[in-house]
Nanobody, 129 residues
């Protein structure tokens, strides 16, 4: 099974930017998807962005739409999350996730990722005002 490792978290002032990276241990099917979740202390882990491995589609929750961009580099088994205009509410632990075969575009993709239960160790993003 694929193993994931996130990096790129850190501390940034509100309005700043960070790019998170997720390295996968192996290639996965082009019809599979990967995504980014985040979790605040005492809260449930929630989906933020999803991308199909073949690049055919992406999906974002409203909270990050227009500010975060998910991308991939399959040759390097990498998935990225470019975060801009960071807000204090973005102060969370961010997790990379890998899922199985997917179809369609929407929040159901997050459920597929959760079902796979393939997470990285997380990387902390701290946003100060």
């Amino acid at each position: 099974q694929v193993q994931l490792e996130e990096s790129g978290g850190g501390s940034v002032q509100a309005g700043g930017s960070l790019r998170l990276s997720c390295r996968a241990s192996r290639h996965t099917s082009s019809s599979n998807c990967m995504g980014w979740f985040r979790q605040a202390p005492g809260k449930e882990r929630e989906g933020g962005a999803v991308i199909y491995n073949d690049g055919s589609a992406t999906y974002y929750v409203d909270a990050v739409k227009g500010r975060f961009t998910i991308s991939r580099d399959n040759a390097k088994n990498m998935v990225y999350l470019q975060m801009t205009n960071l807000k204090p509410e973005d102060h969370d632990m961010y997790y990379c996730a890998a899922g199985g075969v997917a179809s369609g575009v929407g929040p159901h993709l997050f459920r597929l990722l959760v079902a796979a239960q393939k997470w990285g160790q997380g990387t902390q993003v701290t946003v100060s005002s």
